[in-house]
């Protein structure tokens, strides 16, 4: 057993570093997002899917800022969010667009609940519409009956099946931003930009690592704790494999034209 495992052994979880880490980041921030395009929002205390830390940070998924203060500047009426975790794209969004709506899939009942109390929080719940698992029928429906044009997507390899415009027209007019897992189905990225190359501008998004200087403040706590264990923080734990895909429908942009 080594010297790691030992100590982990040893000391109850609450004493690691990594939970010491998360309630000195909770007390910094008072639950509320620091840095990102999500600063400001009120968050809970868990995270249902995804890191935890880095959503309080805000540099949860930073490779993916530029292009969502490209969708925001865009005004989209109503959007449509599928596998929405607790909530911090959903109702991140919404907290951004004062105007908009959104629907939000999540199968998960514990996720859909946490996705509630984090609208609550933040005030956008009666422009939120919480939905449970998605298919692509439920996806044209949905996209149909809201005219949505903005569509997040993170499924964890199901994108190859719900992606498909052929059984989701309505993904035709929208703009897509789309976590691609081809560490689970091999080739995925390259079967959706197919799918999608004549009919969307098309951007690759690859990961990028993380550094102290991510940070989006510095306090003595910062200063005095071993930068290895602040790393950690910044971690999303993904496998090397898997980042996005954007996606901006040039039928939508030419209709915004006229």
């Known amino acids: 057993m080594s010297l790691v495992q030992t100590a982990r052994k040893a000391l109850p979880r609450a004493l690691y570093p990594s939970s010491l880490l998360r ?52 005004g989209h009426q109503h959007m449509v969010d599928v596998g929405g975790a607790e909530g911090y794209y959903a109702v991140g969004l919404l907290f951004r667009m004062p105007t908009s709506g959104l629907t939000v899939f999540e199968q998960l009942a514990d996720a859909r609940s946490a996705i509630r109390e984090l609208a609550d929080r933040n005030a956008v719940a009666s ?11 439920a996806l044209q429906r949905s996209m149909s009956k809201t005219g949505a044009t903005l569509v997040l997507c993170d499924v964890e390899g199901y994108e190859q099946e719900l992606l498909d415009p052929t059984k989701v027209p309505a993904l035709l007019g929208a703009d897509l931003l789309v976590e691609v897992h081809d560490a689970q189905v091999r080739g ?30 510095r306090d003595v706590a910062t200063r ?35």
């Open 127 to 137: 422009r939120l519409d919480i939905q449970g698992s998605c298919s692509p029928e």
């Open 188 to 217: 995925v990225s390259d079967q959706l930009l197919e799918r999608f190359g004549s009919t969307h501008e098309c951007l690759r998004i690859t990961q990028s690592s993380r550094s102290l200087a991510n940070y989006p403040y």
């Open 23 to 74: 309630r000195l980041v909770q007390h910094h921030t008072g639950f509320q997002v620091v840095g990102g395009p999500f600063k400001g929002m009120r968050y809970i205390d868990r995270s249902v899917w995804g890191a935890y830390i880095p959503k309080l940070l805000g540099t949860y998924e930073l490779e993916l800022h530029q292009s969502l203060e490209r969708a925001i500047a865009d």
């Open 224 to 258: 005095v704790w071993p930068a290895a264990v602040l790393k950690y923080g910044l971690n999303e734990f993904r496998s090397p494999e898997n980042g996005w895909l954007w996606l901006r429908s040039k039928q939508r942009a030419a209709r915004a034209a006229h």
